[in-house]
C-alpha cells in the first residue's frame, strides 16, 4: 500500500494543474459550441457542466416548457425573442470578450434540474456570473427573471442582462428586416391613394354639403344632451319595473335615468328641432297663404303638445315642479 499512497502524492501536482484548466475548457468547449449553435440546447447534465463552479464566464439559462403537451403558451411566445437575442449578442461578440453564454433547457431534458430548483411555472431565466476572474461575484446564486408581467421582447431581457453584467461589450439586439411588412404597409398605402383619387371627384363634393354636417351636428347635439355618455358611464338598465307589474320608461330623480328615457328625450329634442327649423326656413317659403297658414298652425301645435310633454316629464323626475302644459 506504500507504494499506492506515493503515486497518489505524485499525481497531486498534475490533479491541481487539471483543476485550474478545468473552467478555461469548458469555456472553450461551450464557446466553441455557441458559435455553431446559439442559444446551446441544454440537458441536465450539460446544464450542470456549463453552471458549475469555478467558472470565469457568464451563463444566461432560459428554462422552458415548449412541448404542446405542456400548454405553455408563454414559452412558445417568447422563444423566437429568446433565439433573437442569443444570436445578436453571440453575433455582435465575435471574440468573445462579453465571455456570455446563452442556453435552453427545456422541461423534457431537464426534468432534475427543474425538481432540483423546485420550479413551478415556465418560463423562468437563471443568470449565473462568474466566480473567478476579474468581474467574479461574491454571492454565488443566480439571479433570476419571472414572467410576471407577461410576455417579454428580446430588447427587455436585454436590458435585464445588462444591467447584472459589470463594464463591457454589450451587443445590441439587432432584428432582421421584416421584408413583409414592408411590402404589407407599402401596398396599403398605394391601394390607399388609389381608393382616394378614384372616389375624390364623388367624396368632395359630398364633404363639402353644409345640409350633411348639419345633419351629423345636429345627431351629436340630440346624442349627448339627452344623455348618452351618462349611460356608458353608469352602466344604467334600459328599462326597469314600476312594482305593479307594468314597466317604468323614466327613473325618478335628476342623478338617475334609463336608456329607453334617453330615446325618447332625444326623440323629443329632434321634433322640437324639427319643428322649428321648419318653422323658420320652410314655412316663410310656401307661396299659398291658406297652405302657410296651416303649417304655422301645425308646427305651433307641435312644438306645444312636444314642450307640454317634456315638461310632464320633467315633473316625473322632480315630484315638487308646479308646472305644466295641457294636454299633459
Known amino acids: 500500500m506504500r507504494w499506492l499512497q506515493l503515486l497518489t502524492a505524485s499525481l497531486l501536482p498534475f490533479t491541481a494543474i487539471a483543476a485550474k484548466k478545468a473552467p478555461k475548457d469548458r469555456y472553450q468547449d461551450f464557446r466553441t459550441k455557441s458559435l455553431s449553435s446559439t442559444p446551446l440546447k441544454l440537458d ?31 414559452c412558445r411566445e417568447f422563444q423566437p425573442e429568446w433565439e433573437l437575442l442569443a444570436k445578436s449578442w453571440t453575433n455582435g461578440d465575435k471574440t468573445g470578450e462579453s465571455r456570455v453564454f446563452f442556453g435552453t433547457l427545456d422541461f423534457a431534458e431537464g426534468r432534475n434540474t427543474f425538481q432540483s430548483l423546485q420550479l413551478q411555472t415556465a418560463p423562468v431565466i437563471l443568470m449565473f456570473n462568474p466566480t473567478t476572474g476579474a468581474n467574479a461575484k461574491a454571492d454565488a446564486q443566480p439571479s433570476r427573471f419571472d414572467f410576471t408581467a407577461g410576455p417579454q421582447t428580446a430588447e427587455s431581457i436585454h436590458a435585464w442582462v445588462s444591467r447584472h453584467l459589470p463594464e463591457g461589450p454589450k451587443p445590441a439586439v439587432s432584428r432582421p428586416i421584416n421584408y413583409f411588412k414592408i411590402i404589407s404597409v407599402t401596398t396599403a398605402i398605394l391601394g390607399l391613394i388609389t381608393l382616394v383619387t378614384v372616389t375624390a371627384p364623388y367624396m368632395i363634393p359630398l364633404l363639402q354639403n353644409r345640409n350633411l354636417w348639419a345633419a351629423l351636428s345636429l345627431i351629436a347635439v340630440l346624442l349627448f344632451t339627452s344623455g348618452h355618455m351618462f349611460n356608458h ?23 338617475n335615468q ?8 332625444a326623440a323629443i329634442y329632434g321634433v322640437l328641432s324639427f319643428a322649428t327649423i321648419s318653422l ?47 294636454p299633459f
Open 44 to 74: 441536465d447534465a450539460s446544464y450542470s457542466k456549463l453552471t458549475q463552479a469555478p467558472r470565469d464566464y457568464a451563463v444566461v439559462v432560459l428554462l422552458t416548457a415548449l412541448e404542446t403537451r405542456f400548454g405553455c403558451v408563454l
Open 233 to 255: 358611464i353608469r352602466k344604467v338598465p334600459y328599462v326597469s319595473g314600476d312594482g305593479k307589474g307594468g314597466i317604468s320608461y323614466f327613473a325618478g330623480g335628476f342623478s
Open 258 to 265: 334609463f336608456g329607453m328615457e334617453t330615446q325618447i328625450i
Open 280 to 326: 323658420a326656413l320652410k314655412v316663410p317659403r310656401i307661396s299659398d297663404a291658406k297652405a302657410q297658414s296651416f303649417a304655422v298652425f301645425l308646427w305651433s301645435g307641435v312644438i306645444f303638445g312636444m314642450y307640454s310633454f317634456l315638461m310632464s316629464v320633467f315633473r316625473m323626475k322632480n315630484g315638487g315642479y308646479p308646472f305644466f302644459l295641457p
